[in-house]
């Protein structure tokens, strides 16, 4: 069974700095567009980032830009987000998605996401 295990999770102080990882088990991240999301208490689940396996751009939330960078090391199937400058507002369960139906496109993400494999999740806490 394909899995996503997110790691890197964590309490940080405002203006801190984490980086989440996401690998992936008995498949490879290699043809899929990638995803990064959260959910706030409250809230609905948001796109923070994502990343086309075709030619490797991104794309970034406005709330984020300038701030996250996703990327992701093949020869390892893993997915990572430099988190950079937290506020309080970033805290959420982090999560990473593969689009499946983006192999059909080489890689290219389109959104919104279709054919979703999750990961379980990560808990990102920002607070002094």
């Known amino acids: 069974q394909v899995q996503l295990v997110e790691s890197g999770g964590g309490l940080v102080q405002p203006g801190g700095s984490l980086k989440l990882s996401c690998a992936a088990s008995k498949w490879t991240l290699d043809y899929y567009c990638i995803g990064w999301f959260r959910q706030a208490p409250g809230k609905e689940r948001e796109m923070v980032s994502s990343?086309?396996?075709?030619?490797?751009?991104?794309s970034y939330a406005d709330s984020v830009k300038g701030r996250f960078t996703i990327s992701r090391d093949k020869g390892e199937d893993t997915a990572f987000l430099q988190m950079n400058g937290l506020k309080p507002e970033d805290t959420a369960v982090y999560y990473c998605?593969?689009?499946?139906?983006?192999?059909?496109?080489?890689?290219?993400?389109?959104?919104?996401?279709?054919?979703?494999?999750w990961g379980q999740g990560t808990q990102v806490s920002v607070s002094s």
């Open positions: 990343l086309s396996a075709s030619d490797g751009s991104t």
């Open positions: 998605a593969v689009d499946r139906s983006s192999a059909l496109r080489g890689g290219r993400c389109l959104l919104p996401f279709s054919s979703v494999v």
